[in-house]
């Protein structure tokens, strides 16, 4: 099983951007594929889940009203789209997969991406 996250790169603050995050070796309709991130010297902490069955999604307050969470079921592709940005935003972000709605910790997914690299300059 791979997750592998892309789109990350160098944002001016106040702009936007899309990750990607393809899933192969085996099928995650049932499963939650969520977006991580963490910060140098901070935890990692969630930011995105949605459901792949029924695309049900959640997000942390912190990016809540600024970002979309979508997938795209024949791809095996889940996309996290992030407006508004700012340099707090700045982070690894990682894609993950895992049984259970609304999981927010680490811990509830079992598979993980090798994260993504988003800085946000001010």
């Known amino acids: 099983v791979q997750l592998q996250a892309s789109g990350g790169g160098l944002v001016q603050a106040g702009g936007s951007l899309r990750l990607s995050c393809v899933a192969s070796g085996r099928t995650f309709g049932r499963y939650v594929m969520g977006w991580f991130r963490q910060a140098p010297g901070k935890e990692r902490e969630f930011v995105a889940g949605i459901w792949m069955n029924s695309g049900s999604t959640y997000f942390a307050d912190s990016v809540k009203g600024r970002s979309t969470i979508s997938r795209d079921n024949a791809k095996n592709t889940v996309y996290l789209e992030m407006s508004s940005l700012k340099p707090e935003d700045t982070a690894l972000y990682y894609c993950?997969?895992?049984?259970?709605?609304?999981?927010?910790?680490?811990?509830?997914?079992?598979?993980w991406g090798q994260g993504t690299l988003v800085t946000v300059s001010s």
């Open positions: 993950a997969a895992g049984p259970s709605f609304y999981a927010r910790a680490p811990s509830d997914y079992d598979y």
